[in-house]
């Protein structure tokens, strides 16, 4: 990815999950609250199905970051999350992130990450990244 380190850059990314990664996501941290994997549970809540682990959700702002921008050599410092709506599995989702502040001498930029669900246009999950990378920032 060509972004320009300054602040109001943005960019975006494309993703959605699968059930399997769901069931995945289940036995990796043990959270097996039938809300995400029991379809007939789930028709007896106000979402009517399934729905995404908001934590698996969120991934795609650790995954991006840490991989495409700013990439390798990035350490987290904080994220913080609102979880606005539901995400369900096969939705198509973007991810959006945008520099909101640089610190140059300590090499840290704050950028906002949201989901945005692409059927509704609604954003679904919010918040900021604060990310170190000496080389970018």
Known sequence: MDIEPVVNSSFDYLFKFTQDEVVRFAELTGDNNPLHL???YAATTNFKR?????MLGATVFTK???TQFPGFGSI???QTLEF???MFVE???KAVFTIKSIQP???IAEISTEIVDLGTKKVVTRGVATM???KIF
């Open 38 to 40: 029991d379809a007939e």
């Open 105 to 107: 001498e300590k090499h």
């Open 50 to 54: 399934p729905i995404i682990h908001g």
């Open 64 to 66: 991006v970051l840490g």
């Open 84 to 86: 606005l709506r539901p």
């Open 132 to 134: 170190i990378n000496e």
């Open 91 to 93: 939705n198509e989702y």
């Open 76 to 78: 987290y410092l904080k």
